[in-house]
C-alpha cells in the first residue's frame, strides 16, 4: 500500500497534466509580460530592448492615471457596496420565511455573461426608449441624461451594472457565513437580554469579520483589473470618460500594437493586484479579532 | 407591535432587493416577444398583444447564432470534461499520494487562482500564434482548462481530504491498481463534488469572453458572448432580434440554475477566491 501510494511514476502521470497546464498558461506568459514590458515591440517585427522606459512611459502617461482613477474610484464603491450586500445579508438572516428563495432570486445576474448584461444595460440606459428614461420622463423630468455618453456621468452608468451583478454573489458569502454562526452564541445574547441590533454589532458582525475581509480583497483587486463589462458597453469611451486600466491594456496592445507598452501595464496591473491583496491583509490583520470561547 | 413592524420592513427590503435583481431581465423578456412598434409605442412593462416567438425564429435561423451557439456548446463541453478529468486525477494525487514536491505543487495551484487573466494575455497570444492555434478553437478549451484548474482542484480539495483511508486499503488487498482504484472507486463516490465543479466550470467557461475576443477572428470559431457582441451592432433597430438572442444566450445558464440550484450556490461559494 505504502509503495503504491507513492510511486512516482503514477504521481508524475496524474499531477503533471494539469500542472503543465497551469505553468505554461499561467505561469509561463506572467513572466513573459514582465520580459516583453522592458521590449518595444509591435507583435510582428524583432523586439528591441528598451530597459525601464515603458514604465517611464506609464508614470508619464496621463492617459493611463485617468484609467488609473477609474479602477480606484470602482474599488472605492464596489467596497462601498459591501456594506450594503452585508446589511442586507444580515436581514436575510434573520429568520425571514422564504430566505433560500431570496438568495436565488439575487444570485441570477451573477450567473449570466458580462457581455449579456452589457448589452441589456445599453437598453437600460438607452436615451430615447430605455426604461431608465422612460422612468423619468414618467415622473416629469423634462430633459432626461444620456447615460453613456455624457462624461460626467458615463463612469457611474457603467458602475451600476457591475455592481448590480455582484450584489447577489457577496450577499450569498455574508448569508452562508452569517448561518454557519453556532446558534447557541446567539441564543445565549437573546437570554442576556441582547436585542437583535445589538447581535447583529457584536456578534454577528465581529464573528465574520474574517470572510468580510476575504471579500474586501475580492472586490478591490476584482475591480481593479475589471475588463469586461465597461469593454463592451462603452468602450472606455466617450473620450477615454470610462477607460479602465485593463480596457487601455486591452487598447494599447491589440488596436494600437504596441505590446511592449501594453505588457508593461499588464505587468504594473499584476503587481497592483498583489501589493493589494498584500496591504489589505496586512492593514486589517494587526486588529484583534473578537474570541468566542 | 414594534416587532411586526420590523418584520414588515425586512420583508420590504428584501422583496426589494429582489425585483431590483428581477427587473432588467423582466423587461428583457418582454422586448424580446415584441416587434419593433410595440417596443417603441407600448409602456415598457405592457405585454405584446401576441408574443411575437418570430423574434427567436428569425435569429436562429438568419445569421449566426446558431454557429455561434453550437460553438458555445462544445467548447463548453470538452473544457469541462477536460478540466474536471485532470482537476481529479491531480488532486488525487495532491491528497492520496505521498511525494516530495506535493506542497510546492499545491501552491502553484493555489497562487494560480490570484493572477489577472489579463496580465497574461499578451504572451498567451504570442504564443498562440505561434504554434498555429490562433483563431483555432483548441486555444479557448486549453486556456480554459488551465484558468480553471485551479479553482477546481479547490473545490476537489476538502471533498478528497475527507475520504476515508479504508477505500485505498481495501483496494490494495484486492490487488487493485492505483487507476483502477481511481476511476472505479474515488472518482464514482466524488460525483457529487465532481457536479458542483462541472456546472461552475459550465458556467464560467458559457460567459468567457476576453479570451474569445481576442484569440478568434473567424466568425464560424466564435463563441456566443463574442457573437451576440457583433449581432447586436449589426441588428441595431430591431430590439426585439437583440432581445430574443440575449435570451437565447442565458437561457441554458438559466435553465441550469433551475434545475441544479443548490449546486451552483455550493460551487459559487466554494470557487469565491477566484479572480
Given at each position: 500500500?505504502?509503495?503504491?501510494?507513492?510511486?512516482?511514476?503514477?504521481?508524475?502521470?496524474?499531477?503533471?497534466?494539469?500542472?503543465?497546464?497551469?505553468?505554461?498558461?499561467?505561469?509561463?506568459?506572467?513572466?513573459?509580460?514582465?520580459?516583453?514590458?522592458?521590449?518595444?515591440?509591435?507583435?510582428?517585427?524583432?523586439?528591441?530592448?528598451?530597459?525601464?522606459?515603458?514604465?517611464?512611459?506609464?508614470?508619464?502617461?496621463?492617459?493611463?492615471?485617468?484609467?488609473?482613477?477609474?479602477?480606484?474610484?470602482?474599488?472605492?464603491?464596489?467596497?462601498?457596496?459591501?456594506?450594503?450586500?452585508?446589511g442586507v445579508?444580515l436581514v436575510l438572516a434573520s429568520r425571514i420565511r422564504g430566505a433560500?428563495?431570496f438568495?436565488?432570486?439575487?444570485?441570477?445576474?451573477?450567473?449570466?455573461?458580462?457581455?449579456?448584461?452589457?448589452?441589456?444595460?445599453?437598453?437600460?440606459?438607452?436615451?430615447?426608449?430605455?426604461?431608465?428614461?422612460?422612468?423619468?420622463?414618467?415622473?416629469?423630468?423634462?430633459?432626461?441624461?444620456?447615460?453613456?455618453?455624457?462624461?460626467?456621468?458615463?463612469?457611474?452608468?457603467?458602475?451600476?451594472?457591475?455592481?448590480?451583478?455582484?450584489?447577489?454573489?457577496?450577499?450569498?458569502?455574508?448569508?452562508?457565513?452569517?448561518?454557519?454562526?453556532?446558534?447557541?452564541?446567539l441564543e445565549?445574547a437573546r437570554i442576556d437580554g441582547a436585542n437583535a441590533w445589538q447581535t447583529a454589532i457584536r456578534i454577528r458582525?465581529?464573528?465574520?469579520?474574517?470572510?468580510?475581509?476575504?471579500?474586501?480583497?475580492?472586490?478591490?483587486?476584482?475591480?481593479?483589473?475589471?475588463?469586461?463589462?465597461?469593454?463592451?458597453?462603452?468602450?472606455?469611451?466617450?473620450?477615454?470618460?470610462?477607460?479602465?486600466?485593463?480596457?487601455?491594456?486591452?487598447?494599447?496592445?491589440?488596436?494600437?500594437?504596441?505590446?511592449?507598452?501594453?505588457?508593461?501595464?499588464?505587468?504594473?496591473?499584476?503587481?497592483?493586484?498583489?501589493?493589494?491583496?498584500?496591504?489589505?491583509?496586512?492593514?486589517?490583520?494587526?486588529?484583534?479579532?473578537?474570541?468566542?470561547? | 407591535m414594534v416587532r411586526l413592524a420590523a418584520r414588515s420592513l425586512f420583508y420590504l427590503i428584501l422583496t426589494a432587493v429582489?425585483?431590483?435583481?428581477?427587473?432588467?431581465?423582466?423587461?428583457?423578456?418582454?422586448?424580446?416577444?415584441?416587434?419593433?412598434?410595440?417596443?417603441?409605442?407600448?409602456?415598457?412593462?405592457?405585454?405584446?398583444?401576441?408574443?411575437?416567438?418570430?423574434?427567436?425564429?428569425?435569429?436562429?435561423?438568419?445569421?449566426?447564432?446558431?454557429?455561434?451557439?453550437?460553438?458555445?456548446?462544445?467548447?463548453?463541453?470538452?473544457?469541462?470534461?477536460?478540466?474536471?478529468?485532470?482537476?481529479?486525477?491531480?488532486?488525487?494525487?495532491?491528497?492520496?499520494?505521498?511525494?516530495?514536491?506535493?506542497?510546492?505543487?499545491?501552491?502553484?495551484?493555489?497562487?494560480?487562482?490570484?493572477?489577472?487573466?489579463?496580465?497574461?494575455?499578451?504572451?498567451?497570444?504570442?504564443?498562440?500564434?505561434?504554434?498555429?492555434?490562433?483563431?483555432?478553437?483548441?486555444?479557448?478549451?486549453?486556456?480554459?482548462?488551465?484558468?480553471?484548474?485551479?479553482?477546481?482542484?479547490?473545490?476537489?480539495?476538502?471533498?478528497?481530504?475527507?475520504?476515508?483511508?479504508?477505500?485505498?486499503?481495501?483496494?490494495?488487498?484486492?490487488?487493485?491498481?492505483?487507476?483502477?482504484?481511481?476511476?472505479?472507486?474515488?472518482?464514482?463516490?466524488?460525483?457529487?463534488?465532481?457536479?458542483?465543479?462541472?456546472?461552475?466550470?459550465?458556467?464560467?467557461?458559457?460567459?468567457?469572453?476576453?479570451?474569445?475576443?481576442?484569440?478568434?477572428?473567424?466568425?464560424?470559431?466564435?463563441?456566443?458572448?463574442?457573437?451576440?457582441?457583433?449581432?447586436?451592432?449589426?441588428?441595431?433597430?430591431?430590439?426585439?432580434?437583440?432581445?430574443?438572442?440575449?435570451?437565447?444566450?442565458?437561457?441554458?445558464?438559466?435553465?441550469?440554475?433551475?434545475?441544479?440550484?443548490?449546486?451552483?450556490?455550493?460551487?459559487?461559494?466554494?470557487?469565491?477566491?477566484?479572480?
Amino acid at each position: 500500500m505504502e509503495r503504491m501510494m507513492s510511486n512516482k511514476a503514477v504521481v508524475a502521470l496524474y499531477v503533471w497534466p494539469a500542472l503543465a497546464l497551469v505553468l505554461v498558461l499561467i505561469y509561463v506568459p506572467i513572466v513573459l509580460t514582465g520580459y516583453y514590458g522592458l521590449m518595444k515591440w509591435d507583435g510582428i517585427g524583432r523586439m528591441e530592448f528598451v530597459g525601464l522606459d515603458q514604465y517611464a512611459r506609464l508614470i508619464r502617461d496621463p492617459l493611463f492615471w485617468n484609467s488609473a482613477y477609474h479602477s480606484f474610484l470602482l474599488a472605492v464603491f464596489s467596497t462601498a457596496a459591501l456594506f450594503l450586500y452585508l446589511g442586507v445579508a444580515l436581514v436575510l438572516a434573520s429568520r425571514i420565511r422564504g430566505a433560500n428563495l431570496f438568495r436565488k432570486i439575487y444570485l441570477i445576474p451573477m450567473l449570466l455573461s458580462s457581455v449579456a448584461i452589457a448589452q441589456l444595460w445599453l437598453k437600460v440606459y438607452h436615451p430615447s426608449n430605455g426604461i431608465l428614461n422612460r422612468l423619468l420622463e414618467s415622473l416629469g423630468v423634462a430633459r432626461t441624461p444620456d447615460w453613456l455618453a455624457d462624461p460626467d456621468i458615463v463612469l457611474y452608468a457603467v458602475f451600476a451594472p457591475i455592481l448590480w451583478q455582484y450584489a447577489g454573489f457577496y450577499i450569498l458569502i455574508y448569508y452562508t457565513a452569517l448561518k454557519n454562526i453556532p446558534s447557541d452564541l446567539l441564543e445565549a445574547a437573546r437570554i442576556d437580554g441582547a436585542n437583535a441590533w445589538q447581535t447583529a454589532i457584536r456578534i454577528r458582525i465581529p464573528l465574520i469579520a474574517e470572510v468580510f475581509k476575504v471579500t474586501v480583497v475580492l472586490a478591490v483587486v476584482g475591480s481593479l483589473k475589471y475588463f469586461d463589462l465597461i469593454y463592451v458597453m462603452t468602450d472606455g469611451g466617450p473620450n477615454g470618460a470610462s477607460e479602465v486600466m485593463a480596457s487601455y491594456m486591452y487598447r494599447k496592445a491589440f488596436r494600437g500594437f504596441d505590446f511592449g507598452y501594453g505588457s508593461a501595464i499588464a505587468f504594473f496591473l499584476l503587481l497592483i493586484c498583489l501589493a493589494a491583496t498584500w496591504a489589505i491583509r496586512k492593514s486589517t490583520a494587526s486588529r484583534d479579532t473578537v474570541q468566542y470561547s | 407591535m414594534v416587532r411586526l413592524a420590523a418584520r414588515s420592513l425586512f420583508y420590504l427590503i428584501l422583496t426589494a432587493v429582489a425585483v431590483l435583481q428581477l427587473l432588467p431581465l423582466v423587461w428583457l423578456l418582454l422586448f424580446s416577444l415584441k416587434n419593433s412598434q410595440e417596443v417603441f409605442e407600448l409602456p415598457p412593462f405592457a405585454l405584446p398583444t401576441e408574443p411575437r416567438w418570430e423574434n427567436y425564429w428569425k435569429v436562429w435561423t438568419k445569421g449566426n447564432i446558431r454557429v455561434y451557439f453550437l460553438n458555445s456548446v462544445w467548447i463548453t463541453a470538452a473544457s469541462v470534461v477536460l478540466t474536471v478529468l485532470l482537476a481529479g486525477l491531480a488532486t488525487f494525487a495532491l491528497t492520496r499520494m505521498r511525494w516530495k514536491l506535493r506542497p510546492l505543487a499545491l501552491g502553484l495551484f493555489m497562487v494560480g487562482m490570484m493572477i489577472p487573466v489579463h496580465s497574461t494575455l499578451i504572451p498567451l497570444f504570442g504564443l498562440f500564434s505561434r504554434i498555429g492555434l490562433k483563431d483555432n478553437p483548441l486555444s479557448l478549451v486549453l486556456s480554459y482548462t488551465a484558468f480553471n484548474l485551479p479553482v477546481t482542484v479547490l473545490i476537489f480539495l476538502g471533498f478528497y481530504m475527507r475520504l476515508p483511508r479504508e477505500l485505498e486499503e481495501s483496494a490494495v488487498i484486492d490487488g487493485c491498481s492505483v487507476h483502477r482504484l481511481f476511476f472505479r472507486i474515488i472518482f464514482p463516490i466524488t460525483a457529487s463534488v465532481t457536479t458542483t465543479a462541472a456546472i461552475i466550470n459550465m458556467i464560467y467557461n458559457w460567459n468567457e469572453f476576453i479570451f474569445v475576443n481576442t484569440f478568434i477572428s473567424s466568425d464560424h470559431w466564435k463563441t456566443l458572448t463574442v457573437g451576440i457582441q457583433n449581432f447586436t451592432g449589426q441588428y441595431m433597430r430591431d430590439w426585439g432580434a437583440i432581445g430574443a438572442t440575449l435570451m437565447i444566450s442565458i437561457l441554458p445558464v438559466l435553465v441550469a440554475y433551475f434545475a441544479l440550484s443548490e449546486k451552483i450556490v455550493e460551487g459559487m461559494t466554494a470557487g469565491s477566491i477566484k479572480g
